[in-house]
């Protein structure tokens, strides 16, 4: 992890949240909730109330991720936000934390603005002698325009658009390095259906550093609650599915991923609190 150049291992973008997983990661156009903190700034401008956001994922029981993040709208159209990312080895060898400050508003109407301001921290160790560590800085970068009433979202996002960290290796001296920028467009439609109007579906499609994703979501209104099943395909790794239940301030997710960590099959799951 501590070598010279662009980082590509350290940081990686683990995309929590079980919801955009289970889309198959098609979600920079379709994020409104505190996802958004993580998937496009942007979508946080569509934050009707405050809200807390929880996401899990563990790998083989060796290595495990962690998000915890509020957004708060301060009016209509323009919210703020925070979180904690970390990732971490059972052993505890390293360890990574993202303390992540976000704001987005609306510009025009139906143009949405974000931007993610991040704190970066590792440090890795061998037998609980430190072998290493680093802290840096990051700036993402997205927007979000809807067209025709609200049926089809536009999303561009670009993770780490910019960023510099500054590494040590036991009394060597320091070096700095930069994360690899990344770039996400997608765009989503909102589809109604007929004779049933608390059931929507979404249909997005997306392309992740040069990679297409596509994904799907029903949207089920009860009277008790609101239920979401989801569907997903990533051309390099392959399946996704998942589904949502909220009821009242409290909404679940799961998502079952295939092959989109190491070739593995992973579950997500994360919880969203509304106040």
């Known amino acids: 992890m501590l070598l010279n150049g662009t980082v590509n291992a350290a940081f990686e973008n683990i995309e929590l949240m079980a919801g955009p997983m289970g889309m198959g990661g098609a979600y920079t156009a379709a994020t409104h909730d505190t996802s958004a903190l993580i998937w496009n ?3 946080l401008a569509r934050l009707a109330d405050s809200e807390i956001g929880i996401g899990y994922l563990d790998l083989y029981g060796l290595l495990g991720y962690s998000f915890i993040g509020v957004a708060h709208p301060i009016r209509r159209g323009q919210t703020v936000g925070a979180a904690i990312l970390n990732s971490s080895d059972t052993e505890g060898l ?38 290493g560590s680093g802290r840096g800085w990051g ?33 060597e001296a320091s070096y700095d390095e930069s994360l690899l920028r990344e770039w996400r467009v997608g765009a989503v439609i ?3 259906i007929p004779d ?3 059931d ?3 249909a997005a499609f997306e392309i992740a550093n040069g990679i297409p994703l596509i994904g799907c979501e029903y949207q089920y209104g009860a009277k008790h609650g609101e239920f979401a099943a989801r569907l997903g395909w990533r ?29 593995s099959q992973s579950s997500l799951f994360s919880v969203r609190v509304f106040y």
Do not use: C
């Open 94 to 131: 390293s360890h990574e934390r993202i303390v992540l400050l976000s704001a987005a508003t609306s510009v025009w109407g139906q143009l949405r603005v974000g931007v993610n301001t991040k704190y970066f921290t590792t440090s890795v160790n061998l037998e609980q002698m430190p072998l």
């Open 190 to 192: 909102k589809i109604d």
């Open 235 to 263: 051309f390099t790794d392959g399946l996704t599915a998942g589904f949502g239940y909220q009821r009242g301030n409290i909404g679940l997710d799961y998502a079952f991923v295939s092959g989109r960590y190491v070739g």
């Open 200 to 202: 929507t579906v979404l």
């Open 139 to 171: 700036v993402d970068l997205g927007t979000q325009y809807t067209v025709m009433k609200d049926r089809i979202n536009i999303g561009v996002v670009f993770p780490n658009l910019f960023s510099n960290l500054s590494y040590r290796r036991l009394e």
């Open 41 to 43: 700034p942007a979508g």
């Open 196 to 198: 049933r109007k608390s």
